[in-house]
């Protein structure tokens, strides 16, 4: 049998793996800055020792047992056995010798607690009051999804180096605050629930729909927004955003199967074949959504997106989608949420709704928004509804427009694909 290349299996593990790691060892140390070199610190250990010694028969185990040595020397070189981290450095021992304290057992702390989960303690670490709700979210899609910085960027629509700076400073705060590695209770759990949610949700969408590289979806990173939902919703039951987000998750994931074909291309919503999405997704998804809607109360951002999934989930054929109910929706999300981004897609609803010059109007009343200029979905939205209005010219540039800013690889060819389909430009040889 062939040996497994030691360097595609560390980058793999690594992928699935970095936020545990770091989660696990935040837990001993008190410090996901820390936390994060140390899991660092046995990233390069495994590249130094791998490809010589071969791939561990568990890497991941390899990896948080590495990481958690090289916390223990940490503690030991900077003379932090005294109270309370004298106590954590024991902690630290018993676990290695296989003798668990009475007073904490380290390595089922997760099940005993009300969350239960090292990287909901991360999330909540990194989402603490103590940071602005900008550098929450950052920080977390860096420890928690492992994003770059770039693609972190491109979900907030702003400059990489302000993303960069939040992080730098969110460990600065968070280490010079001594913040502790727990989980808030109480009204400070309630108090810190929305910028969770909006953690999330944007780790659920870097899965859905990468930023940049090769491939369409990343569903390692959809799979753990998930899990980290479903958790939150039976942590917080009478929490009708909270279901309203699993919800929404629940939906979008069901179509997974059927957004890229055979090759890996991209499959618009429109075009996708519905007998390959997930009817168990589905159910667990419109569950949620009426879980959400029977708590009463004005619906939030999530339950109100996940109700516009759930119009696309209920329509067995792309022609039975009820768009009238899906602008009433983005109408009323514009109220609660409002954004350039919700607009976008309010116009593309109303233009399948009542025509593509009805959705073209609210498109060009967009294009000077500054947030908007590197986005591609922009020129994207706008040359298919010039092209379903017969003006292909146009339609072809803003395609071209478009591919030129995606910075994702599949999304770029499809893009440029739309932009050949509609002929050559004008003054090209046939």
Known sequence: MPQADPHAAIEAVWRI??????????????DVGV?????????????????????PANPAAWLVATAKNRALDRLRRDKLLAGKHEQLAHELEAQEAGVVPDFVDALDAARADQIGDDLLRLVFTACHPVLSTDARVALTLKLLGGLTTLEIARAFLV??????????????????ARVPFELPRGDALASRLASVLEVIYLIFNEGYTATAGEDWMRPALCDEALRLGRILAQLSPAEPEVHGLVALMELQASRAAARVDAAG??????EQDRARWDRLLIRRGLAALQRAESLGGALGPYALQAGIAACHARARTAGDTDWVAIVALYDALAQVA???????NRAVAVAMAFGPAAGL?????????????????????RGDLLARLGRNGEARAEFEQAAALARNARERALLQERARALGPAAGAPE
């Open 338 to 344: 409002a954004s350039p981004v919700v607009e976008l």
């Open 35 to 55: 936390a994060e070199e140390l899991a660092q610190d046995a990233l390069v250990a495994a590249l130094e020792h791998w490809p010589g010694e071969g791939v």
């Open 159 to 176: 400059p990489e180096a302000t993303i960069a700076q939040r992080i730098v400073r969110a460990k600065r705060t968070l280490a010079a």
């Open 265 to 270: 291309r991209p499959v618009l919503l429109l």
């Open 361 to 381: 109007e609210i498109v060009d009343a967009m294009r000077s928004e500054p947030s908007l200029r590197q986005y591609h979905w922009l020129p994207s939205v």
């Open 17 to 30: 793996e970095r936020a545990k790691i770091i989660a696990t060892v935040a837990r001993l140390v008190r």
